[in-house]
């Protein structure tokens, strides 16, 4: 036996006349004193970062009907965007903008780029480079740690041990060397050097390599 297909009829609580009709969506504008009967929070509400200011986007693909240029309101629409606005609304009774979607899928917005922030150990021991060759491999990216002086660029390094140190690369002949290795491999993260001073005196320069020194 054949389903018999029934019909409701729900007389609408509200008709906005002034409506501006696109192909999925409308825009009007609500009197404070129809903004409760209107309008529902959501906690469903999609995430975005910014709002319009004194205007809300609603889903009335459950809640509206146009007919002709009117637009007929049967139940109250669940806010997407425009939380703050709807509340502003209400503490002012001011009216409100609305935009509301009639037909169609509401889709997730796609999420947010993040720029990664490298966060260091900055109070981890400092080593000294010494006259003898040091096998480093090189933890980190260039950062700063604060000394007597200021800010220094270091890097995070682990010695032959396995032991985490920082070591300070502002040298003109420590710093370009490490350049040149991070312009050949993209980054300084994970590369091998050795490294040395040429003598004992704070003037003395450095010198590094990727090769195991003979």
Same mark, same amino acid.
């Given at each position: 036996?054949?389903?018999?297909?029934?019909?409701?009829?729900?007389?609408?609580?509200?008709?906005?006349?002034?409506?501006?009709?696109?192909?999925?969506?409308? $825009?009007? %504008?609500?009197?404070?004193? =129809?903004?409760? /009967? *209107?309008?529902? #929070?959501? +906690?469903?509400?999609?995430?975005?970062?910014?709002?319009?200011?004194?205007?809300?986007?609603?889903?009335?693909?459950?809640?509206?009907?146009?007919?002709?240029?009117?637009?007929?309101?049967?139940?109250?629409?669940?806010?997407?965007?425009?939380?703050?606005?709807?509340?502003?609304?209400?503490?002012?009774?001011? $009216?409100? %903008?609305?935009?509301?979607? =009639?037909?169609? /899928? *509401?889709?997730? #917005?796609? +999420?947010?780029?993040?720029?990664?922030?490298?966060?260091?150990?900055?109070?981890?021991?400092?080593?000294?480079?010494?006259?003898?060759?040091?096998?480093?491999?090189?933890?980190?990216?260039?950062?700063?740690?604060?000394?007597?002086?200021?800010?220094?660029?270091?890097?995070?390094?682990?010695?032959?041990?396995?032991?985490?140190?920082?070591?300070?690369?502002?040298?003109?002949?420590?710093?370009? #060397?490490?350049?040149?290795?991070?312009?050949?491999?993209?980054?300084?993260?994970?590369?091998?050097?050795?490294?040395?001073?040429?003598?004992?005196?704070?003037?003395?320069?450095?010198?590094?390599?990727?090769?195991?020194?003979?």
């Amino acid at each position: 036996m054949a389903g018999i297909r029934a019909q409701f009829t729900l007389p609408p609580f509200a008709t906005i006349k002034n409506v501006f009709f696109f192909p999925n969506w409308c $825009a009007f %504008t609500i009197p404070p004193r =129809l903004l409760v /009967a *209107v309008i529902t #929070p959501s +906690p469903h509400a999609v995430p975005l970062r910014e709002e319009i200011e004194s205007t809300v986007i609603l889903d009335s693909r459950h809640a509206a009907l146009k007919a002709g240029q009117q637009l007929k309101l049967y139940r109250a629409s669940p806010i997407l965007v425009g939380h703050n606005s709807y509340r502003n609304a209400l503490i002012q009774q001011s $009216a409100l %903008t609305c935009i509301s979607l =009639l037909k169609g /899928a *509401v889709l997730a #917005p796609p +999420p947010e780029e993040s720029i990664p922030v490298a966060q260091y150990d900055t109070i981890s021991t400092r080593l000294f480079i010494t006259e003898q060759w040091q096998k480093l491999t090189i933890t980190s990216e260039v950062f700063v740690t604060i000394t007597r002086r200021g800010y220094a660029p270091s890097l995070l390094v682990c010695t032959r041990t396995g032991e985490q140190r920082h070591v300070i690369v502002g040298a003109k002949t420590f710093c370009e #060397p490490l350049e040149k290795i991070r312009l050949q491999r993209g980054s300084l993260d994970g590369a091998l050097i050795y490294v040395r001073k040429t003598g004992p005196s704070q003037m003395d320069t450095y010198q590094v390599t990727t090769e195991a020194p003979h």
